[in-house]
């Protein structure tokens, strides 16, 4: 038990996070004409913010199933690097159903508060973890979604910025001391900027400008600026 509430404890700033932003996504889905019951089925069965966000988005624009498919494989691609890192520090007792249950709330603030751990994850750790950031993100999801109805429309716009300042803190630290990092996100942005400006590109279906701008920026990053090993 002391290892599920250190889990716990250290969830905490996360849970204060999550809670926000979800609560723009319940927000995002409801005044864009997704029920309240909806909102929070995507919010129980995908724990993946900007996942969740470009799904909703896509779906709104009547995108194909493929688009959808593969622009959300390619955004959450991520959690599936942080597993196998993660699960390098786990017990090989631990069995696979409970690895599986694991993997579910393998976010990337679980991940950065796990993989700092000095000594072995165990499954009550990371099940003090997971539980409260999961619980946060329903609760945020479902008072976003009826807090749509009531609010007025200045305040609800001004929901929209909570997702992307949370991920602006996420990176910011990183950001500012490398330049590796500076150069990739400088070259997301001007693919963004091109498919949202340039003429003729800028009717590019909205999932193939995140798979393109996604896929060549970090391209360029692996094959410009890789990762030496020690």
């Known amino acids: 038990m002391t290892s599920f509430f250190n889990g716990v404890r250290k969830s905490i700033p996360i849970v204060i996070g999550y809670i926000a932003a979800s609560f723009a996504f319940g927000v995002f889905c409801c005044t864009n004409g997704v029920t309240p019951l909806v909102s929070i089925l995507f919010s129980i069965t995908n724990l993946t913010s900007a996942g969740q966000f470009a799904g909703v988005k896509l779906m709104l624009e009547a995108a194909s199933l493929i688009e959808i498919g593969v622009t959300v494989l390619i955004i959450n691609l991520r959690y599936f690097l942080m597993s196998v ?28 508060v796990a993989i700092n751990e000095t000594e072995n994850v165990t499954p009550a750790f990371m099940a ?52 590796p990092m500076k150069i990739v996100i400088i070259i997301a942005l001007v693919f963004s900027f091109s498919f949202e400006y340039v003429p003729v590109v800028n009717q590019c279906p909205a999932g193939l400008k995140i798979i393109i701008g996604t896929v060549v920026a970090a391209l360029i990053g692996a094959i410009f600026f890789p990762i030496k090993e020690d």
């Open 128 to 179: 003090g973890i997971i539980i409260p950031e999961t619980i946060a993100w329903l609760l945020g999801t479902t008072l976003g979604a009826f807090a749509s109805t009531v609010l007025p429309a200045n305040v609800l716009n001004a929901c929209g910025i909570a997702l992307y300042a949370m991920f602006i803190a996420i990176f910011m630290p990183n950001f500012v001391q490398s330049t």
């Open 85 to 112: 890192s993660l699960s390098q520090r786990l017990d090989s007792s631990i069995p696979t159903w409970k690895r599986m249950l694991i993997g579910y709330g393998v976010t990337d603030e679980a991940f950065s």
